[in-house]
């Protein structure tokens, strides 16, 4: 079974953006998405790294401080702004979702983050 864990590191919000983040809302949002793809064979986890922190000034930096592991793909660290791009209504339990889903299902389809394309990892070259 594959893993796919989301990093959260530590925030200090700058200036006089915030964002409402209910940290206690996690167990029950990671369990219902454990229970929801239970059959297709990843499992979700999350945990806290406290010994890093990142100024946030907005939305963007929110979703750069949230990171995804998913070693069987060969992600060690990566952001959840790089998985999901913009954000459509800045929910962040949702770009969550969107995130992981990606990851686990269509990881072939992450931009590298040093590449303009996308690589489908199919031979084509890209």
């Not at 200090?12 to 167990?27: C, M």
């Not at 793909?73 to 998985?83: E, I, N, W, Y």
């Amino acid at each position: 079974m594959k893993t796919i864990t989301v990093v959260f590191y530590d925030r200090q919000f700058a200036g006089d953006w915030r964002y409402a983040f209910d940290e206690e809302a996690l167990p029950a949002f990671f369990s219902g998405l454990n229970q929801e793809l239970q059959g297709c064979g990843v499992a979700f986890d999350y945990q806290f790294e406290r010994c890093i922190t990142m100024r946030i000034n907005g939305y963007g930096d929110l979703l750069n401080s949230i990171r995804i592991r998913s070693l069987e793909d060969g992600f060690s660290s990566l952001c959840l702004s790089q998985v999901v791009g913009a954000s459509q209504d800045a929910n962040l339990l949702a770009d969550i979702k969107r995130g992981v889903r990606r990851v686990a299902f269509s990881p072939e389809s992450i931009v590298p983050q040093d590449s303009a394309q996308v690589c489908h990892n199919c031979g084509c070259g890209c």
